[in-house]
C-alpha cells in the first residue's frame, strides 16, 4: 500500500509543480490575470506599495511570481513527502482562495456560469485531496517509533 501512496502522491504533485512552472514562464500573463481579478483591500494597500516601491514591479507581477513559486516548492515537498500536512494546509488555503477570487460562478448566470463552476468544483476536489495528504501525513510509522511516543 505505501508504494501506490507514495505514486499517488507524486502523480498529484505534478498538478502543482506544471501550473507553477507555467505561472512562472508566463508571468506578465499571469500577472495580467492577477491584475483583472484581485483587488487590494485598502488596509493592506501601504504595505503593497513599499513592496512595489522596494521590488520595482507592480503587486500583481510579485503575486504571479510569489504563486508561482509557492506551487511548485509545494508541489516538489509533497512529491517528495517533506513536510507534507504544512504544505497540504497552504495548498488548502491557497488552492481556497484561487476558487474564491478566479472561480466566482455565483457571479454569473446560467448557463454562461458552467465552465467556471466546473473549474470551482475540480479545485474543490483538489482540497479534498489536500486534506486527506494532510490527514494521513507522512504515513504510518513503524511500531517502535510509535512506541517511542507512547502511541501504543
Known amino acids: ?3 501506490f501512496m507514495t505514486f499517488g502522491r507524486v502523480i498529484f504533485a505534478v498538478l502543482f509543480i506544471y501550473t ?11 500577472a495580467d490575470l492577477i491584475a483583472a481579478k484581485v483587488i487590494i483591500p ?10 512595489e516601491t522596494m521590488t520595482g514591479m ?8 510569489l504563486s508561482g513559486s ?3 516548492l509545494a508541489g516538489v515537498m509533497i512529491a517528495l513527502n517533506v513536510l507534507p500536512r504544512l504544505f497540504a494546509l497552504l495548498m488548502i488555503i491557497f488552492v481556497g482562495a ?7 460562478f ?23 485531496a489536500l486534506f486527506m495528504i494532510f490527514g494521513h501525513g507522512s504515513g504510518p510509522r513503524r511500531i517502535d517509533e510509535k512506541a517511542a511516543y507512547g502511541d501504543i
Open 42 to 51: 485598502d488596509v493592506l494597500a501601504p504595505y503593497a506599495a513599499q513592496l
Open 98 to 104: 484561487t476558487i474564491y477570487y478566479f472561480h466566482d
Open 1 to 3: 500500500m505505501p508504494a
Open 106 to 128: 455565483w457571479n454569473q448566470t446560467p448557463p454562461d456560469n458552467a465552465k467556471t463552476l466546473i473549474d470551482a468544483l475540480k479545485n474543490l476536489s483538489i482540497i479534498g
Open 70 to 72: 509557492f506551487e511548485v
Open 20 to 30: 507553477g512552472a507555467t505561472k512562472l514562464f508566463g508571468i506578465q500573463a499571469t
Open 58 to 65: 507592480p503587486t500583481s507581477q510579485l503575486l504571479a511570481i
